[in-house]
Nanobody
Framework: QVQLVESGGGSVQAGGSLRLSCAAS?????MAWFRQAPGKEREGVAV????????YYADSVQGRFTIAQDSGTNTVFLQMNGVKPEDTAMYYC???????????????????WGLGTQVTVSS
């Protein structure tokens, strides 16, 4: 397991941008962002998998969010552009030593989780 610390959350107006960061204490093969809105289940947002050229995204954020990893510092970023009120949620960073590109969004893969950072989008 690795320790994960998220930062960068806050309040933003619809159409704006925000960049989340996740600092990890070590490297992991799979680094992902999840989110949980009030009254809803936690859902996978994006994942970057070591050795694969392209990240994977939830349909709801495809084309608006970008996940990127700085391997040198074990930091993962989530660039959120064109945010919508429905993006309001607590955002969590998660890490796994192994995951599948088919069902990367399944929480069972991930054994390390951060405490989360809140993102609020106003209309």
């Amino acid at each position: 397991q690795v320790q994960l610390v998220e930062s960068g959350g806050g309040s933003v107006q619809a159409g704006g941008s925000l960049r989340l960061s996740c600092a990890a204490s070590g490297s992991s093969r799979c680094m992902a962002w999840f989110r949980q809105a009030p009254g809803k289940e936690r859902e996978g947002v994006a994942v970057t998998i070591s050795g694969r050229d392209t990240p994977y995204y939830a349909d709801s954020v495809q084309g608006r969010f970008t996940i990127a990893q700085d391997s040198g510092t074990n930091t993962v970023f989530l660039q959120m552009n064109g945010v919508k009120p429905e993006d309001t949620a607590m955002y969590y960073c998660a890490a796994a030593q192994m995951c599948s590109s088919i069902d990367w969004y399944q929480e069972i893969w991930y054994d390390s989780w951060g405490l989360g950072t809140q993102v609020t989008v106003s209309s």
